[in-house]
């Protein structure tokens, strides 16, 4: 497996990466944490300087082969893989959803899980799936969040619930109280459709709504960080290469020949996701870099400024 993905499973198709091993059957959460490579623990060990121990900090690593993540303060509380999986089983409930792929990122500092709920929906034509996504650090750079993640089919674009609503995602810090969060994560959550039906209204808001040439080069900016009155001289060049890709992808990117949604907010916010999820340039070229930034990173970041930003102009 590539650096960046140390393991991963995923069932079904293989996914737009063409990362992890295929399963063949629908996963129980214990037969997933063991395809997944994550049937392991951390462990929290004292910090000496000087031959002397730190009591206000400790170590973080992997138990079985002493990986070392992160120094942390003593009041940081691990969340074990185990318990993030059961999290998820209480969340989406039996039968509720499927495992669809799980693994672990940067030698298992970061650990994902993806379910795939049973509808789908439809957008101008578009069937979009609907997916839950849960993720958690082991070096102390992130809570533990789930959220919501909707998946354009003819593309498998992964597109964005956008940030910063309360009521789309769920997130607990590494603290004792963690396991509080756990017992009312079901009734903060819910698996029902109200979460989704916010996220359809706002889609097809950006389906009916046309956007001119002005307005494309207005969510780009923004999308990418800089500000209107920002003169395209001061934009970094290969900044200005990039959105011209999207430009370009709103006319030959998969999934563009639908004229229904031609001209539209919601062709523009579709050619921007096609270019985060395949064309966007990383630190490493690699597909897993890919991946990383487009879930979990600056390429998710940019997802969601474009999408609050189409939908308040």
Known sequence: MPALVETMFYQGEVPWHRLGTKVDHVLTSEEAIIEAGLDWDVELVSVAVNKKVVPEFKAIRRATDKKL????????TPIQNREAFSFFDNVVGEKVAMFHTAGSLRDGAQIWMLAKLPDSFSIKGEEIQKYICLTNSHDGTSAMKMFWTPVR???SNTL?????KAATKFYTRHTQGYKNKFEIARDILGISNNYYQHWIEEAEHLANHP???????VMLRTAFGYKVTVEEKDIYKPIIAQMNKVKELMEVGRGMDN?????????AYNALVEFVDYYKPTRSKKE?????????GYG???KNRAWNHLLKV
Do not use: D
């Open 259 to 267: 004229t229904i949604i031609r001209g539209t907010k919601w062709q």
């Open 153 to 155: 089919v003819v593309c």
């Open 211 to 217: 956007i001119n040439s002005e307005g494309l080069e």
């Open 300 to 302: 998710a970041v940019m």
């Open 69 to 76: 993540y992160n120094i942390v303060r003593n009041r940081y």
């Open 160 to 164: 964005a619930m956008a940030e910063g």
């Open 288 to 296: 897993e870099s890919i991946l990383s930034s487009a879930w979990f």
